[in-house]
């Protein structure tokens, strides 16, 4: 079960996401949700969530910058940026920060379900590549011995 954080300053997109992941009780727990980029920095860090969905736009501090604050400190957390701005210039920072997903709102279930999907398979595929390579490591380390 995955452990989600909602990040919007609209109460009818947290709502809508709210009940997406309630509807889906087995495989998403919501420990959170905040109105502001600052608020989900400190929920963030209380729950350690798995997952983060958020909007850019948010007061105190935009989704982008306390997204890219978040990967800085826990950088296994999924983050999707779920948006209105469909310009490069948004994607393209969300790309430099590591950012998981960028989806366009009005999102359909659908599609933030795959992407949480596909973002969540790629960080198990890269976690059992390093796995794999620290194995391999030890082994040489151990001939050379």
């Known amino acids: 079960m995955l452990k989600v ?27 959170g949700e905040a ?6 920095l400190q929920k963030a860090a209380e729950q350690i969530p798995d997952v983060i969905i958020m909007d850019i736009n948010m007061p ?15 950088p296994d957390t999924i ?13 393209k920072k969300a790309i430099d920060y590591g950012l998981d997903a960028y989806l366009l709102k009005p999102a359909k279930e659908s599609q933030i379900l795959e992407a949480i999907q596909n973002c969540y398979q790629k960080q198990q595929k ?7 390579k620290r194995k391999k490591l030890l082994k040489n380390q151990r001939k050379n011995n």
Not at 126 to 132: D, H, P
Request: charged share 30%; net charge neutral; aromatic share 12%.
């Open 5 to 31: 954080l909602i990040a919007d300053d609209e109460s009818i997109e947290r709502r809508y996401l709210l009940s997406l992941f309630t509807r889906h009780p087995d495989l998403f727990q919501v420990v």
């Open 35 to 40: 109105k502001n980029g600052k608020e989900v």
């Open 60 to 74: 105190f501090m935009d989704g982008l910058s306390s997204a890219h604050q978040i990967k800085e400190q826990f």
């Open 79 to 91: 983050i999707l940026l779920n948006t209105a701005y469909a310009e490069f210039e948004f994607a």
């Open 126 to 132: 890269r976690k059992k590549q390093i796995k794999v």
